[in-house]
């Protein structure tokens, strides 16, 4: 680790957590276009534009990009703690309309800022409490969760199967199954053709029967 008991991205954090009051003048005229009475996302969001334009300022100088990683994950950890504590889902479309229009803003104030990407977290309501979507997939049950749950089952017996059929008797023993019900239909069929044949010959005898009877009788 560097910089003693924490980790670069700790400090990152930490640093994000300060903010840099000297670039206040130079976010004011993007702050100034966007506003909210939530007093939370009126300070988060002065810290993000000053975090955007130092990481920005430092990735152009040191042109590397792992800093806007950290920005992003930072400011998803703030979106999580804002959206969960209290059972309120009109955060969600406080937080997209100030705080995400804030990073595109951001973005846009840049030139060719292609590293300042926003990586958001999706948050969904139910039962008036805002869920990460991904959280949300995994705790409902789905049609396609179902399906896969199905394929793995498929996948299992095939598995099981070849390795029975190849490394045990039950290959031997699913022969002679096989071979048995050949034999099997075999025999019925012989004897349906028997039977056919004999029940052939019995109304060929009946009708030379039925002919000779008449004979007599004209």
């Not at 939370?40 to 920005?56: K, P, S, V």
């Not at 396609?144 to 390795?163: N, Q």
């Not at 034999?183 to 052939?200: A, F, G, P, T």
């Amino acid at each position: 680790m560097s910089g003693g008991k924490h980790s670069l991205k700790e400090q990152y954090f930490m640093k994000f957590d300060k903010g840099n009051s000297q670039s206040s003048s130079l976010v004011q005229d993007i702050l100034d276009k966007l506003s909210t009475d939530d007093n939370n996302l009126q300070n988060l969001g002065r810290l993000l534009a000053q975090n955007f334009i130092d990481t920005y300022i430092e990735c152009d100088m040191k042109n590397y990009n792992f800093p806007f990683d950290y920005l992003n994950e930072w400011i998803n950890n703030k979106k999580h703690v804002y959206l969960t504590t209290g059972n309120d889902c009109s955060k969600i479309d406080l937080w997209d309309n100030y705080i995400e229009e804030l990073w595109k803003k951001l973005e846009e104030s840049r030139e060719n800022c292609k590293r300042c990407t926003r990586a958001t977290t999706k948050y969904i309501c139910d039962n008036n409490t805002a869920f990460r979507q991904s959280d949300q997939q995994i705790s409902t049950p789905s049609k396609s969760s179902g399906t896969t749950i199905c394929v793995s089952l498929l996948g299992a017996f095939t598995t099981v199967f070849i390795i029975l059929y190849k490394f045990t008797p039950f290959r031997a023993w699913l022969c002679r199954q096989i071979n048995k019900c050949k034999e099997l239909k075999k025999s019925k069929y012989k004897d349906k053709i028997s039977n056919l044949v004999k029940y052939s010959e019995k109304n060929q005898q009946n009708v030379d029967n039925t002919i000779f009877y008449h004979s007599l009788y004209r």
